[in-house]
Nanobody, 121 residues
């Protein structure tokens, strides 16, 4: 069974940093990819970043490229999202997900409950 649980969200000022963690059950990394999505109030779920579980290829949304870094620690079954130079428009609930290597949320079968990130101006 695949289980995902995010942590590390919080309130930060613009320009600040946060690191999100996603604790995953052992079977999570048998999926082809694990990724991060976010959903701001009143908006749809948006792709942020993904990493292939074998090979480690990564892909980022243009809006976060150069500021966010996705990484995984397979022995610890943990996924991370390092977020630097945060902007108010990064405010959202952040979700980790497991599925295939894709930017489409429909390609991710397993989802965590989400963690809130709020960036103040």
């Amino acid at each position: 069974q695949v289980h995902l649980e995010e942590s590390g969200g919080g309130l930060v000022q613009a320009g600040g940093s946060l690191r999100l963690s996603c604790a995953a059950s052992e079977r999570t990394f048998s999926n082809a990819a694990v990724g991060w999505f976010r959903q701001a109030p009143g908006k749809g779920r948006e792709f942020v970043a993904t990493i292939a579980t074998f090979g480690g290829s990564t892909y980022y949304a243009d809006s976060v490229k150069g500021r966010f870094t996705i990484s995984g620690n397979n022995p610890k079954n943990t996924l991370y999202l390092e977020m630097n130079n945060l902007k108010p428009e990064d405010t959202a609930v952040y979700y980790c997900a497991a599925g295939i290597y894709s930017t489409e949320d429909s390609d991710y079968k397993y989802w965590g409950q989400g963690t809130q990130v709020t960036v103040s101006s």
